[in-house]
C-alpha cells in the first residue's frame, strides 16, 4: 500500500474504480509504467508525452513507443 500525503491523488487497485473517472469533465492523470499505459490507452481522450533523449535499459514494451 502506498502512502501519498496529498488530497488531490488517489490510487486505485482495480480498473473497476475508474468509472467516476471515463465521463468526468475534470482533467485527470495516469502514472505508471508499459502495463498500466497499455491497459488505460483506450481510456484516453489526450496524452502528454514527454520524450527524455536517453537510452535506458527497458522491462518491457513500451506502448507509447509505438505513437
Same mark, same amino acid.
Given at each position: ?8 491523488? $488517489? ?14 469533465? $475534470? ?31 527497458? $522491462? ?8
Amino acid at each position: 500500500q502506498m502512502n501519498i500525503d496529498d488530497e488531490n491523488v $488517489e490510487i486505485l487497485d482495480d480498473i473497476s474504480k475508474l468509472d467516476k473517472y471515463i465521463n468526468s469533465d $475534470e482533467e485527470c492523470f495516469v502514472i505508471g509504467g508499459a502495463t498500466i499505459y497499455k491497459l488505460l490507452m483506450p481510456y484516453a481522450n489526450k496524452m502528454y508525452i514527454t520524450k527524455i533523449n536517453q537510452d535506458f535499459e527497458e $522491462e518491457n514494451d513500451d506502448p507509447i513507443k509505438r505513437l
